[in-house]
């Protein structure tokens, strides 16, 4: 599985996040609020990814990255 980094943490709201992988393999990263409630799902395409905020409110969200039905990168971000 793949190395994924997420710049920068917290994010100002409207402004993107970079989510940075090592080779992209028909990963997608899903972003849930804090109630478990999937707010983004995008394909992971390109070693450098840019995920908007602007559609999103300040607080604090989950992220899964799925490859092949499986999750194998999680953790939370913050958008201020």
Do not use: C, W
């Not at 997420?6 to 996040?17: A, G, M």
Request: no cysteine.
């Amino acid at each position: 599985s793949g190395k994924y980094v997420l710049l920068p943490v917290p994010v100002q709201r409207n402004n993107n996040i970079t989510l940075i992988s090592s080779i992209p393999d028909g990963e997608s990263i899903t972003l849930m609020d804090v109630l478990g409630k999937i707010v983004l799902i995008q394909k992971i395409v390109a070693t450098q990814e840019f995920i908007k905020t602007a559609a999103l409110h300040s607080g604090q969200y989950f992220y899964r990255i799925h490859k092949n039905g499986m999750i194998v990168a999680s953790g939370k971000l913050i958008i201020l």
